[in-house]
């Protein structure tokens, strides 16, 4: 059988565009707060209008895309942020897609360290930061939250599915920063140093994979030429080492 019957044949990741809660997560580190002060939950949490005006860029330059380039097939995690940054970015490049929502590619979830900043995190919960320190993002798992390894066995799990049902074709995947890194991590059969190593995607930039014989291949990575081209924003938001994206 040939590559493009068993599997599809390239992979457009993209991070979501910046959110009310990327703004409020930088704002708190800036002023040295313990809180992050969203009133939503993370799954609600929308996009802000710099984000809004983000994914409209990248909606034009995905209608800009030959025919031949263009995904056939959107896969997204069911938040409210990644929806709206299919949905704004599928109508401004014209594209009428099906969009598969999926809570596997939903991002890294923190438990008892949701909303907290970094420094919320030592003050409030200073054995949990210990265990961060000892452990590494790979492995330590807060109370009611996730791992990075967490988030890869879902991934996993999500690609099965996504290989078997979009074989042979191309694929747009909205997702989180996190998630976005994992799968490279779980596509490319990166080491735990390779992807820790990597810095954090930004906000509506697009990661291209490409399946080449019995592997995948990273084309790009984090661009967000389209971006500058139309004069939107380029917002990073790392945030803080356990804070979602």
């Known amino acids: 059988m040939t590559v493009a019957a068993t ?3 390239r992979l457009l990741l993209v991070r979501h ?8 997560a930088s704002r708190a580190e800036r002023e040295h707060s313990l809180l992050v002060d969203v009133a939503t939950r993370d799954a ?15 909606g034009t330059w995905l ?7 263009r995904p056939e097939v959107v896969w997204c995690s069911p938040y409210v942020r990644t929806l709206e940054t299919a949905g704004i970015a599928l109508e401004t490049a014209g594209l009428a897609l099906p969009v598969r929502r999926d809570e596997r590619l939903r991002d890294r979830e923190l438990g008892i360290l ?18 961060r320190r000892h452990l590494g993002k790979m492995y330590h798992r807060p109370p009611g939250g996730e791992s990075w ?29 996190a998630v976005v890194m994992l799968l490279r991590y779980v596509l490319e059969e990166l080491t735990e140093d390779q992807v820790m190593s990597e810095s954090s ?6 990661t291209r994979l490409d399946r080449v014989d019995d592997g995948w291949h990273l084309a790009v ?11 939107a924003a380029i917002t990073e938001h790392e945030g803080t080492e356990d804070t979602g994206g």
């Not at 710099?50 to 990248?58: N, P």
């Not at 209608?63 to 380039?69: S, W």
């Not at 599915?161 to 920063?177: I, K, P």
């Not at 995607?201 to 697009?206: I, Q």
């Open 7 to 9: 599997t599809p044949t």
């Open 17 to 24: 565009g910046e959110s009310v809660g990327n703004v409020a």
């Open 44 to 58: 609600d949490t929308p996009l802000s209008d710099r984000g809004r005006e983000q994914v409209a860029a990248l």
């Open 63 to 69: 209608g800009a895309l030959p025919p031949e380039d």
């Open 114 to 131: 949701d909303r907290l900043t970094w420094r919320g995190v030592r003050e409030r919960h200073p054995q949990e930061a210990e265990r």
């Open 149 to 177: 390894a967490d988030v890869a066995l879902r991934l996993r799990c999500a690609l099965a599915d996504l290989q078997t049902r979009d074989a042979g074709r191309r694929v747009l995947v909205v997702a989180h920063d």
């Open 201 to 206: 995607v930004r906000n509506a930039s697009v």
């Open 221 to 231: 990575f984090d661009d967000v030429a389209h971006l500058a081209a139309l004069d």
